[in-house]
């Protein structure tokens, strides 16, 4: 049987996209022009990526699962010990604000970030800041970025932290381990880049949760050294309500490579299929029937659940 190429050509390159050119972006409340939006050099996302992100998507006028995210903005910020968050009905106001100003109702990917604020002199030290909160409503037209076809990982040399380092629970904004996996990614000519903990088990890859299908039963990494993800716990409700067997555990290398079926979960990208590890073909190289099952269940929970926002 002839296979698809799976080389990174498989992943969906982020392109401009033409209808982000009159962009506008929320900072603080105040809506400005993509190329007119700024921070402050005194803000501590500049100073020290002192700050927690969400990524939403936005489904015909309905956010999915943007209790659950919020959740975890507040969860990430009371860690950071933030002195003020805003309330979940202000930063919902906000995003409205800044759909209706880009007349988005469909197909939107938001970043959520929030950081500290703004110091009166540069430094790490959380008393210098005299201003804050900052929030940033960042919409853009933007669908799902991996190829539906499968693609391709390689494991990268950057380890993810343990807890007792720094613990994954905190949805921060410095992604220097992400981005140094993923530059060791796009070398390989691969799409993206497993992440191994500390002991030598998957945690996740740089961008996206790590599913595997053995025998019929879906599998996924223990939340150890990799974030708590929403689109994750999504696909494991979906196999609770279905009958489908999982499990959440351990998980090493050698059983990605001889897995059945492997995927990746998130929400800039959904349900990914994952057809060729390390060199090393998955299943017979093709999207498998579970990882479609799940795709489809999905999909139709996005399409009647979620918060209206538009």
Known sequence: MDRPPVTGEHYVQQKFNPQNKGLIVNINGKLF??????VSPFDSVVQG?????????????????????????????????FEKIPTDDEIIGEIKKTLTANHMTDGVHIRLTLTRGVKM????????????PTLIVLAEHKP????????????????????????????????????LAKIEANTA????????????????TNATHLFI??????????????????????VLELCMSNGIPHDVRDI?????????????????????????????IIG???????????????????????????
């Open 252 to 280: 090493t290398l050698t059983e990605v490579y001889r897995a059945d079926e492997c995927f990746c979960t998130g929400t800039m990208g959904e349900l990914a299929p994952v057809i060729k590890v390390d060199g090393r």
């Open 189 to 204: 000519g691969a799409d993206d880049a497993i992440m191994l903990d500390t002991r030598g088990f998957v945690a996740e």
């Open 144 to 179: 799902p970025v991996y190829d539906k076809c499968g693609i391709s990982l390689v494991t990268s040399s950057v380890r993810r932290f343990p807890p007792d380092c720094l613990d994954p629970k905190i949805h921060h904004c410095n992604l220097i381990q992400s981005i």
């Open 121 to 132: 002199t540069s430094g790490m030290d959380p008393r210098l800041n005299t201003s804050g």
């Open 33 to 38: 022009h993509r190329d007119e939006a700024g």
């Open 284 to 310: 017979n190289g093709e999207p498998g029937p579970m990882t479609g099952k799940l795709s489809e269940l999905f999909a139709e929970r996005t399409k009647t659940e979620g918060v209206s926002v538009t």
């Open 49 to 81: 990526g002192d700050a927690v992100w969400e990524g939403l998507r936005l489904y015909k006028g309905r956010i999915f699962k943007l209790t659950e995210h919020l959740a975890r903005l507040r969860s990430s910020a009371k860690a950071l010990a």
């Open 213 to 234: 299908v053995d025998g019929g039963t879906v599998q996924t990494s223990r939340t150890v050294a990799c974030p708590e993800g929403i689109t994750r716990a999504t």
